[in-house]
């Protein structure tokens, strides 16, 4: 019993003697718990942008907009004149539904003609779809409810019968990016694709690690000793086995009969400046933390929390700012924005310019520090050898 006692004793000495061990069980659960928590914090979703198209141009539809303004759960950041070009404008400002009003709306409803006030709806995201659209929709009944219990009292109908017999306009709704309304769409890429930064991340951990670990850094250093040709002998390897996660993936695609198509060579583009970004992460970190065990343990934190980080279930506009500040240094929620913005909602290529800057932005930077501080060290290693 007393050698048991010991035996725990020196458990707890090893678990205390790591440094790093000692953060992540302590550090992990507060991170998670604060950032998960900041997440989701509010609740609800609220804010949610809309467009409206006001061809009428009435007080009656300026009444329409005044009452959406007012509700919580969505914000009016455009009114147009037309439905020109708003698909476009509402990918830019991330829309969920394009309310578009009529011309000749209140005309048509003093004279008993039952104007139609079309919903567009972005269903790439079923959440926040679903939230605007019963918004807007409470909107527009009250509006409803509001004119036709006016107009039959009028004529002197009760206001108990009033509310039963008329119905001034119709609503219609068209659901766009409908292909995410089958959550396997939804879900399974965004998945799958988080999993593959983080088997990239894992695999680069080890890479400089390794190195330093088992001593073989100054014959890496006597075969290569260019920084920037090491950095590429360290990262074709995991470019040409991308490819065979990306053929894989595809043929996920075609075994749950997922079409997916159009845009490949955007896609293709795309997928190579993420592969960069996450591989100049995983290096970076590699080349840092001379320990394979501390380098795959501090990407693992970078990488568990990405996917909830990244807006591709709940909005980034719902989160603080300090969470989506560290939600854009993270090529997932870039890389997952582009392929919602080309597979889900069928935009055109110009949308993905910023997103895929960011990658491109991350990927520069963080290859960048990697080639400076490997310069410095393959420089110790070479006075290390002439010694």
Same mark, same amino acid.
């Given at each position: 019993?007393?050698?048991?006692?010991?035996?725990?004793?020196?458990?707890?000495?090893?678990?205390?003697?790591?440094?790093?061990?000692?953060?992540?069980?302590?550090?992990?659960?507060?991170?998670?718990?604060?950032?998960?928590?900041?997440?989701?914090?509010?609740?609800?979703?609220?804010?949610?942008?809309?467009?409206?198209?006001?061809?009428?141009?009435?007080?009656?539809?300026?009444?329409?907009?005044?009452?959406?303004?007012?509700?919580?759960?969505?914000?009016?950041?455009?009114?147009?004149?037309?439905?020109?070009?708003?698909?476009?404008?509402?990918?830019?400002?991330?829309?969920?539904?394009?309310?578009?009003?009529?011309?000749?709306?209140?005309?048509?409803?003093?004279?008993?003609?039952?104007?139609?006030?079309?919903?567009?709806?972005?269903?790439?995201?079923?959440?926040?779809?679903?939230?605007?659209?019963?918004?807007?929709?409470?909107?527009?009944?009250?509006?409803?409810?509001?004119?036709?219990?006016?107009?039959?009292?009028?004529?002197?109908?009760?206001?108990?019968?009033?509310?039963?017999?008329?119905?001034?306009?119709?609503?219609?709704?068209?659901?766009?990016?409908?292909?995410?309304?089958?959550?396997?769409?939804?879900?399974?890429?965004?998945?799958?694709?988080?999993?593959?930064?983080?088997?990239?991340?894992?695999?680069?951990?080890?890479?400089?690690?390794?190195?330093?670990?088992?001593?073989?850094?100054?014959?890496?250093?006597?075969?290569?000793?260019? !920084? &920037? /040709?090491?950095? #590429?002998?360290?990262?074709?390897?995991?470019? $040409?086995?991308?490819? *065979? @996660?990306?053929?894989?993936?595809?043929?996920?695609?075609?075994?749950?009969?997922?079409?997916?198509?159009? !845009? &490949? /060579?955007?896609? #293709?583009?795309?997928?190579?400046?993420?592969? $960069?970004?996450?591989? *100049? @992460?995983?290096?970076?970190?590699?080349?840092?933390?001379?320990?394979?065990?501390?380098?795959?343990?501090?990407?693992?934190?970078?990488?568990?929390?990405?996917?909830?980080?990244?807006?591709?279930?709940?909005?980034?506009?719902?989160?603080?700012?300090?969470?989506?500040?560290?939600?854009?240094?993270?090529?997932?929620?870039?890389?997952?924005?582009?392929?919602?913005?080309?597979?889900?909602?069928?935009?055109?290529?110009?949308?993905?310019?910023?997103?895929?800057?960011?990658?491109?932005?991350?990927?520069?930077?963080?290859?960048?520090?990697?080639?400076?501080?490997?310069?410095?060290?393959?420089?110790?290693?070479?006075?290390?050898?002439?010694?």
């Amino acid at each position: 019993m007393k050698n048991f006692i010991q035996l725990i004793k020196r458990e707890f000495r090893l678990f205390f003697n790591n440094k790093v061990l000692r953060i992540l069980f302590i550090g992990a659960p507060i991170l998670y718990g604060v950032l998960i928590g900041a997440v989701y914090q509010k609740g609800k979703i609220t804010d949610l942008p809309i467009i409206v198209v006001d061809q009428d141009n009435s007080p009656m539809s300026t009444k329409f907009i005044d009452m959406l303004e007012e509700n919580e759960s969505v914000e009016v950041v455009k009114i147009l004149p037309s439905m020109f070009g708003v698909k476009d404008k509402a990918i830019d400002l991330e829309a969920t539904v394009i309310v578009d009003i009529p011309k000749s709306f209140a005309a048509d409803i003093q004279q008993n003609r039952l104007p139609e006030i079309s919903l567009f709806v972005d269903a790439s995201n079923t959440l926040t779809s679903n939230t605007a659209l019963m918004a807007v929709n409470t909107v527009a009944m009250t509006m409803k409810a509001g004119i036709q219990i006016e107009s039959q009292m009028k004529k002197g109908v009760p206001q108990y019968i009033a509310a039963q017999n008329y119905e001034p306009f119709k609503t219609t709704i068209i659901k766009q990016s409908i292909r995410s309304g089958n959550y396997l769409y939804f879900m399974l890429p965004g998945v799958l694709l988080t999993v593959f930064q983080q088997v990239l991340l894992l695999g680069l951990a080890l890479t400089f690690a390794s190195e330093y670990e088992n001593g073989t850094f100054t014959e890496l250093v006597e075969k290569m000793p260019n !920084a &920037l /040709g090491m950095l #590429a002998v360290k990262i074709i390897p995991y470019l $040409l086995m991308s490819i *065979g @996660i990306i053929l894989m993936y595809w043929g996920f695609s075609k075994y749950y009969n997922m079409i997916i198509g159009g !845009a &490949l /060579g955007a896609f #293709a583009l795309s997928t190579f400046v993420f592969i $960069l970004a996450v591989c *100049g @992460i995983g290096v970076l970190v590699s080349i840092i933390l001379p320990d394979q065990l501390k380098a795959t343990e501090v990407l693992m934190v970078v990488a568990t929390p990405s996917f909830i980080l990244s807006g591709f279930t709940w909005p980034l506009s719902q989160m603080p700012i300090w969470v989506q500040t560290i939600a854009d240094l993270i090529p997932l929620t870039h890389y997952l924005k582009i392929f919602r913005l080309l597979y889900l909602n069928h935009s055109g290529i110009s949308h993905i310019y910023q997103p895929l800057l960011n990658m491109g932005i991350i990927a520069v930077v963080c290859l960048t520090l990697s080639a400076i501080i490997l310069y410095f060290k393959i420089r110790k290693t070479k006075k290390l050898i002439k010694k």
